[in-house]
């Protein structure tokens, strides 16, 4: 297995990291085409700026919509790049990540779902269509690390599980981030000029809301978290935390509506302290926030009828449960 050497976001420069990385791009794709994903996390992000300032027009910009993203994320993200000078294609591809994962409830059999359908199935026709021979990503060293060790399987990390995305997928992987974890990408975000709320923005998972959906994966239960996850992200806003969310568990739980017993919805909550999301506390939010987001959640979606807190470290939690 591969290992990519580490470069530390306190003693980085910043201004050498971007040249080399852009130096690095030219010399890979050519005169040809290369093709990125843009999800809007902060990662994606910065690789689509880095990807943008050496190759210019010759990467082709894609936000895949999944059907599995946060509220309004496809047009808000391709509006905002749109404002930087970088054209983003939205691509519909809903119906085939449904498809994938209807009937599954194993996490890793999920994220493999989600891995085949967006690498194999979605870009490969994309790939054909731009005559692409890279695809261009933000896998970090985070990422790696925590595939190899067995914790979770990425659905961006493939080299350095010995899988070789030409022959898997019919093109070439660049991953310029690969030495870097969450604290050294903002910085060279901040370094490309990207806007605060681009690489400062907390972190989102590859495989989207899925990951904070525990068991099956339907388009009800995303609304529902898509739901919840708006009002845990705009009540959590002001707390400064590295990341907060709002997952939904698989079993109904015995609640009340209208002075009557219901079986309903679960959400927790959890809101972290990171540099790196190697390791991570929960933030100490007081009572008041958390019932007051409890009281907003169960308010707003009345298939919801428990909110929790989770009060666990990373390790031995991690920050997203799926």
Known sequence: M???????????????????????????????????????????????????????????????????????????????????????????????????????????????????TFYKNVFSKLVVKSKAKYLLQGTILTDVDETVAGIKRQHNVFEQLGIDPQKAF????????????????????????????????????????SARVIGEVTPARIALVRKATAIVESVLKDTNAFQYLAILHEDRV?????KKRVFGNQIEIRCWESIDA????????????LEGVAAKITKSIPDVVSVTYNITTKPTSTIEAV
């Open 278 to 289: 190697r390791t991570a506390t929960p933030t100490r939010l007081s009572f008041d926030i």
């Open 2 to 116: 591969k290992k990519s050497k580490e470069i530390k976001a306190g003693t980085m420069n910043v201004e050498k990291f971007i040249d080399n990385k852009v130096r690095e791009i030219q010399e890979a794709v050519g005169e040809g085409i290369a093709i990125n994903a843009l999800s809007g996390g902060v990662d994606s992000s910065v690789v689509t700026a880095l990807g943008h300032r050496a190759l210019g027009k010759r990467l082709k910009t894609y936000f895949i919509d999944n059907g599995i993203m946060r509220e309004k994320e496809p047009a808000n993200v391709a509006a905002a790049f749109k404002k930087l000078g970088i054209q983003v294609e939205v691509l519909d591809a809903s119906k085939a990540f449904f498809s994938a994962l209807k009937g599954l409830t194993d996490p890793e059999e999920k994220r493999e779902a989600i891995t085949q």
């Open 254 to 258: 015995t609640g009340m509506r209208n």
């Open 170 to 209: 019919g093109y070439m992987i660049l991953e310029p981030l690969i030495e870097l974890r969450k604290d050294g990408v903002r910085k060279v975000g901040e370094g490309l000029g990207l806007p605060k709320s681009m690489f400062d923005r907390i972190p989102f998972p590859g495989p989207a809301l």
